[in-house]
């Protein structure tokens, strides 16, 4: 039976990790990874390369920055599981692309469409948003209250959601 999880956290909590492990155990052959960064700067540069090196070869990865849904759709067809990093950059990336919040939440939707009609188990990361304090400027709330929307509406549809806290994985959803 598919299976989707979701897999939410504060920076550095180790979600991505976890993830890959989910990952690996409902799969080993046709593993894809969407990844949703867009590196500006060199240490952001290495960092993509040591997350490509510690998933090694057996990984297709699809890099989608902007096109998430299109991407999952796409790749379900031919994988036996998917792993999405992350939510939070990609709701970034809309926003950086001077996306307004009515277009973002159609994205929100289309997301969680190809989720479901996907063939195959995906495992999304993203950031929990709702722990921090009320940002300061208009677009740091903006962002924060559509990576809230997006963190609630993809834990409501999927069948698991665990949080991850300094390492360890708590489920809070089965």
Do not use: Y
Request: charged share 25%; glycine share 6%.
């Amino acid at each position: 039976m598919k299976e989707n999880i979701f897999v939410i956290g504060g920076c550095r909590s180790g979600k991505s990790n976890h993830a890959l492990k989910l990952a690996e155990k409902i799969a080993t052959d046709n593993k894809i990874f969407i990844a949703t960064c867009i590196a500006q700067d060199e240490e952001m540069k290495q960092r993509v390369t040591n997350h490509q090196k510690g998933r090694g070869q057996e990984w297709k990865t699809v890099e989608a920055p902007l096109q998430l849904p299109e991407a999952i759709a796409d790749n379900a067809k031919i994988g036996d599981v998917i792993v999405v990093d992350c939510l939070t950059l990609w709701i970034n990336n809309l926003l950086m692309q001077g996306e307004e919040t009515l277009k973002v939440e159609k994205q929100i939707s289309n997301l969680v469409h190809a989720i479901e009609a996907a063939a195959c188990p995906v495992v999304l990361v993203s950031n929990e948003v709702g722990t921090g304090i009320v940002p300061a400027n208009k677009l740091a709330r903006v962002f924060r209250d559509l990576v809230g929307s997006v963190n609630q509406t993809v834990a409501k549809s999927a069948d698991k959601v665990i949080w991850m806290v300094a390492g360890i994985p708590v489920t809070i959803k089965e």
